[in-house]
């Protein structure tokens, strides 16, 4: 509702307005609440009490009452010699909302919400702070896109140096693209041995990992929001996927390998792929981290390459020369327009 901003609602999370606790104990009885219905307690938001439904954005649930004593308590007990009074409402509160719902909940400290809703670049950047100072082995994440821009590194910055100052190893896959960058290879220069890099054609969307427990990935393509999940199947998941593009991902110490066919860049012989798989344009620069107008050009000089005066003839070149994925014949060489054939010499 407009009009009901923060300053309406002076109050921390242990002393909700009577609107905040109406929908706060109706959601925690019936598990979820519409969006409409909170809008007279914009505070259940900023307090992080209701977030969105991960399948039904105009709902929101509760996080659970022993998340946020948990969570109260965190900062409580640094000010414990001045906050006696506050600490025992907050514990107060939250165990009487926890039993609104008549069932049993893990006890504050374990496992939290399985999937959370980070509504905002703040909490996105709050949650991953939080994530940062508790990890204590590794780090696994999935950069896609092309040439990473100085200010993206620059942003999670302060926790890669923190992370390596505790001695936490660092996984980070890239595109083949980001090679180009010399930032990428400024800022792995800096984290030294902390951080081992390897590049693909193509990767899957962002992806953090922490200590293989808590996952990080975006909810939306503009990326003001992204899902927090901490469901041990969900982690499990991601981990193997993560390992298995690992092993196929090229170090990027190393060069990447020769295609074999002459005059066919690596670069090109991933579009052809694709272009063989049917995308257009757009999905194919957008998969490679490259611009639309760079594939265009790519695709130009592959369809010169081989020979293709049409879209549908440079699909068939491709085909025959193998670079659709399909394995070629090895008595049987790649012969490319205007390449004469060994036999006819």
């Known amino acids: 509702m407009a009009g009901h901003g923060a300053q309406e609602h002076p109050h921390g999370a242990d002393r909700l307005c009577a609107a905040g606790d109406r929908v706060y104990s109706r959601a925690v009885r019936r598990g979820r609440v519409p969006r409409r219905d909170a809008e007279p307690a914009p505070c259940l938001l900023e307090l992080a009490l209701l977030h969105p439904d991960p399948d039904d954005m105009d709902w929101l649930v509760p996080t659970s009452p022993q998340e946020v004593m948990t969570r109260l308590l965190r900062g409580l007990y640094d000010e414990v010699s001045t906050s006696q009074r506050r600490m025992g409402s907050a514990v107060e509160a939250f165990e009487w909302y926890a039993g609104l719902d008549g069932r049993s909940r893990p006890a ?141 991902a090229i170090p990027l110490t190393a060069p990447l390998p020769d295609t074999g066919i002459e005059g066919i860049s690596h670069r090109e012989q991933s579009i052809a792929a694709l272009l063989a798989e049917g995308h257009q344009d757009a999905v194919i620069a957008e998969r490679l981290g490259i611009s639309v107008r760079t594939a265009r050009a790519h695709i130009a000089r592959l369809s010169e390459t081989l020979g293709a005066a049409s879209r549908t003839q440079l699909g068939v070149r491709i085909a025959q020369a193998g670079l659709d994925g399909s394995p070629r014949a090895v008595t049987s060489p790649v012969i490319l327009p205007g390449q004469e054939s060994p036999t006819a010499r």
């Not at 996984?171 to 081992?196: C, K």
């Not at 990992?209 to 990326?223: C, G, S």
């Open 108 to 248: 504050a400290g374990t496992e939290g919400t399985a999937i959370r809703v980070l509504d905002g670049l703040a909490r996105i950047q709050a949650a991953m702070d939080e994530a940062t100072q508790a990890c204590q082995t590794e780090v696994l994440t999935v950069q896609p896109g092309g040439i990473r821009r100085e200010a993206e590194l620059s942003e999670g910055l302060h926790r890669a140096l923190a992370l390596r100052g505790r001695g936490v190893r660092m996984r980070d896959l890239y595109t083949h693209v980001a090679r180009h960058g010399q930032g990428l290879l400024n800022y792995l220069e800096l984290m030294g041995d902390a951080v081992e890099a390897r590049t693909l054609d193509e990767v899957i969307d962002r992806l953090i990992l922490f200590d293989r427990t808590v996952a990080f990935i975006p909810a939306n393509t503009d990326r003001t929001m992204a899902l927090e999940l901490r469901h041990p199947a969900l982690i499990a998941y991601l981990v193997t996927v993560f390992e298995r593009l690992w092993r196929l």
